[in-house]
Every structure is written in structure tokens, then in C-alpha cells.
């Protein structure tokens, strides 16, 4: 079981991983911030990117933040970061 803290960007283009924020992985969403449609969208983008079922996605803190903390269950915190920084390219660059 992993814990991961994501920065969400809500009314974005495209879902999309785009590195790092502090120490949040920063995901842009197509989403709007109202009615909880981010966090709904997140956990969706969660599940496909991480080939895990959507019910193993648990979002623990953040409901109406964009700094969220998600719990996956059956990975681990680095497992969940390699998969989701090696798909957006930008393993290494921290976004400020």
C-alpha cells in the first residue's frame, strides 16, 4: 500500500502527468474543480495509468484541494512514482 501526495491542476487540455511540485507529483486534469469532478477525474487517471483496478485508489485527504493525499493499494509509494513520472518524461525535473 502506497501513499502519494498529488497537485492537482484543474481545466487543463489534456490529463496529463507533468512532473513534480515540492514533494507532490503535479498532474494536469481536463476537470473542473466543482462538485468534486477533479478528485472523481484524478482517481479515473490514477487507475489507467497505474493498471490498478479503480476500488484500490482511496483518496484520503484533498477533497476540495488541489493538494491531495491518495492511498493505491497493492503498490508502493515508489512504484506509484516511477510509474507515474516515467510516463510523463520528466523524472528528473522538479516544477516549482
Known amino acids: 500500500m502506497g501513499t502519494l501526495r498529488v497537485h492537482i491542476i484543474p481545466n487543463a487540455k489534456i490529463d496529463k502527468v507533468v512532473g513534480e511540485h515540492c514533494d507532490a507529483i503535479k498532474i494536469k486534469l481536463r476537470a473542473p474543480a466543482v462538485q468534486g ?3 472523481t477525474a484524478l482517481l479515473r487517471f490514477l487507475a489507467e495509468k497505474l493498471s490498478v483496478p ?22 508502493s509509494e515508489g512504484d506509484i512514482r516511477r510509474g507515474l513520472l516515467d510516463l510523463s518524461g520528466n523524472s528528473s525535473r522538479t516544477i516549482r
Open 54 to 75: 479503480r476500488n484500490a485508489i482511496v483518496l484520503e485527504r484533498g477533497e476540495r484541494s488541489r493538494d491531495k493525499v491518495i492511498r493505491i493499494d497493492g503498490l
Open 37 to 39: 469532478k477533479a478528485s
